[in-house]
């Protein structure tokens, strides 16, 4: 996410909550004020009485604002917005302002669409205690004009097919700021994590259940500040492939209903054989798109990993080459190195499991894995155990990690990833 606004009912911790995230991530986000509120201060309007005055000064703020938006987002950092003009729309039909809902018809298409609208919710009764509580009258807003607005500002939102979540904001301090740090994808890192010591972009490689899967999710659950010191890996963001070809399949499914023929694959071993082999190149390409708009606001102190498993004649070498130099430059790759018998045997044991629990995972039929995995290219790509490979003129650091026998025991484990994090991290900052 690069531009979010938050919105919700007078008075239930929107600047207070901004200002808070804006002084805990200074490196992560920057907060812009209510326009409204900012208007109506610097110009000296009473934003009741002096409505037509209001919506000049508003039209004449609003290219100003977007700029700030734009540069926010150009920085790299998460733009986080105090309300939005469609709740200013909502309060202007509430209130009987038709100067506003005239002048919003003409510069809607001008405004920027924020990728989350994340609303702080509570019941209305609640919003004018503490509204009461506040004791500022000049912006005080009576119940039942907040109910005419909350009607509208939802049917504002479903014209519209806006992403909006919604947060219970009549909780404790701290439930609540913990469940708006989540919404945002915000964790705190300490001063003592050197935010500047992860890998920023990794790809995670390796036959079909050679460990992908248990990797990430022994990294997402060791804590952040241990994470980036001891395996130089930050807050993570995942692009996997899986989920692509998984609907390519579905899609599949939903053409034998309607009478057609399946494009790109047919059912093997109650999963799913591929039968076009243009679908690996596909999913590279879909795999990079996403890689580029990730990158676009990665942060400082982010990790983007990037999973999938080639084998057969659509490689390593031939995948890694679609992505563009603004991934390249920035990546390193961990190689999971488990022999084909061992993916065999894994991937089985994860069917079965699955099986029992009658859970959908992604376990690879048999003959695909006899097709596409049984060979691979990565020894040929890298033949040493650690190294760089060029790839469209730029060097990527690489370490093979031996991945068998499987591990299951933390500290074993943490001894594997350590050894081999620490090497590639060695190989990255000597580039």
Not at 98 to 108: G, P
Not at 112 to 140: C, E
Request: with cysteine; hydrophobic share 40%; aromatic share 10%.
């Amino acid at each position: 996410m690069r531009y979010v606004v938050v919105e919700g009912l007078p008075a239930l911790g929107k600047s207070e909550t901004l200002e808070l995230l804006a002084r805990f991530y200074p490196d992560r986000i920057i907060v812009l004020p209510e326009l409204v509120k900012d208007v109506a201060l610097n110009e000296g309007i009473d934003i009741f009485a002096q409505r037509q005055r209001l919506t000049e000064a508003l039209i004449s703020a609003i290219p100003r604002r977007q700029a700030e938006i734009e540069d926010v987002i150009g920085s790299g950092k998460l733009c986080l917005e105090e309300s939005h003009l469609g709740v200013h729309l909502a309060y202007a039909r509430a209130l009987g302002d038709n100067s506003f809902v005239k002048a919003y018809k003409k510069i809607e298409r001008s405004l920027l669409r924020p990728d989350l609208y994340l609303r702080f919710a509570a019941p209305i009764s609640v919003s004018v205690a503490r509204q009461q509580g506040r004791n500022t009258s000049r912006f005080f807003v009576p119940g039942e004009i907040l109910e005419r607005m909350m009607r509208y500002l939802n049917e504002w939102h479903l014209s519209r097919r806006t992403k909006i979540v919604s947060l219970n904001a009549d909780r404790p301090v701290a439930v609540f700021l913990k469940d708006v740090e989540e919404a945002l994808g915000l964790h705190y890192v300490s001063g003592n994590t050197q935010i500047d010591e992860v890998l920023p972009v990794i790809f995670l490689l390796g036959r079909p259940a050679s460990g992908k899967s248990e990797f990430i999710d022994f990294m997402s659950k060791t804590p952040l500040p241990e994470r980036t010191a001891r395996y130089h890996i930050g807050e993570l963001r995942v692009i996997d492939d899986f989920p692509m070809l998984w609907e390519k399949f579905i899609e599949d499914d939903i053409w034998v209903r309607l009478g057609r023929n399946r494009l790109y694959s047919r059912p093997a071993d109650g999963n799913y054989m591929v039968t076009d082999p243009g679908i690996w190149p596909f999913l590279t390409e879909k795999l990079n798109s996403q890689a580029n708009k990730e990158l676009e606001n990665l942060a400082p102190g982010e990790t983007l990993l990037i999973e999938f498993s080639r084998g057969d004649a659509h490689g390593y070498r031939e995948s890694l080459i679609r992505f563009s130099p603004a991934v390249l430059s920035r990546a390193a790759i961990l190689y999971l190195d488990v022999s084909f018998a061992e993916s065999i045997r894994r991937n089985r044991a994860r069917y079965e499991e699955a099986y029992r629990d009658s859970i959908l995972t992604h376990s690879v039929p048999r003959e695909e894995m006899e097709t596409t995995y049984r060979t691979d290219d990565w020894k040929k790509t890298a033949p040493a155990p650690y190294g760089k490979i060029k790839l469209s003129d730029i060097e990527i650091p690489y370490v093979t990690m031996k991945n068998e026998p499987e591990l299951t025991d933390p500290q074993h484990l943490d001894a594997r990833y350590h050894s081999a994090l620490d090497r590639l991290w060695d190989e990255f900052t000597f580039l």
